[in-house]
């Protein structure tokens, strides 16, 4: 069975911009959960899908957004971005079930200049 | 707060040496616990897990114990490879927060020497 995939691999944006991310998660799973990871604060939890609706959703700016589409694929997007917003930006997938396992996919690498 | 507490590192150890990383946590309940692996330029492998208190997760030779009574998951290996040099991170989810958000520890970076 595949696992998860994000795409793409490496970002490269400037302050202001935005950016769409993508993960496909494992077939079968219905949740999508968004961290970032950056060296000063580790790995954060931005928000969760379920059947397309958001969960659970961490302590981030407004800035940052998501959706889950039918086919239970999510995006993640971030407008205005600022430097700070640099991270490795990573993707798990699960079934849905509570405290069920997390599959994580390779991350998105964003750099912002 | 849920949270998670793991020993600094980095760890150094040679090869074929006894490996300890200490992990405590805070939670409401009975949370799940996890023990995650990066690789450099890689994404979290699920390394191990327990549900419940007393249960012993395994995998490739790591182990850990949820004890209960000490809210710690101290990951073990009896004999370290090069190949194990990556940042570990304990993991718990909570039974109170719907769906899945993980809390981590700030990881563990092991270095294994030939």
């Known amino acids: 069975k595949a696992g998860v995939t994000q795409t793409p691999r490496y970002l490269i944006k400037t302050r202001g911009q935005q950016v769409t991310l993508s993960c496909s998660p494992i077939s079968g799973h219905r949740s999508v959960s968004w961290y970032q990871q950056t060296p000063g604060q580790g790995l954060q939890f931005l928000f969760e899908?379920?059947?397309?609706?958001?969960?659970n959703k961490g302590n981030f700016p407004g800035r940052f957004s998501g959706r889950q589409f039918s086919n239970s694929r999510s995006e993640m997007n971030v407008s205005t971005l600022e430097l700070g917003d640099s991270a490795l930006y990573l993707c798990?997938?699960?079934?849905?079930?509570?405290?069920?396992?997390?599959?994580f996919g390779p991350g998105t690498r964003l750099t912002v200049l | 707060g849920d949270s998670v507490t793991q020993m600094e590192g980095p760890v150094t150890l040679s090869e074929e040496a006894f490996l300890t990383i200490n992990c405590t946590y805070t939670a409401t309940g009975y949370p799940s616990l996890f023990w995650y692996v990066q690789y450099p330029g890689e994404g979290l492998q699920l390394l191990l897990k327990?549900?419940?208190?007393?249960d012993k997760g395994s995998n490739k030779g790591f182990e850990a114990t949820y004890r209960k009574e000490t809210t710690s998951f101290h990951l073990e290996k009896g004999s370290v490879q090069v190949s194990d040099s990556a940042v570990y991170f304990c993991a718990l989810t909570s039974p109170y927060n719907q769906g899945g958000k993980l809390i981590f520890g700030q990881g563990t970076e092991l270095s294994v020497k030939p």
């Open positions: 899908y379920f059947s397309e609706t958001q969960r």
């Open positions: 327990a549900t419940k208190a007393d």
């Open positions: 798990a997938s699960s079934l849905g079930l509570l405290q069920d396992t997390q599959y």
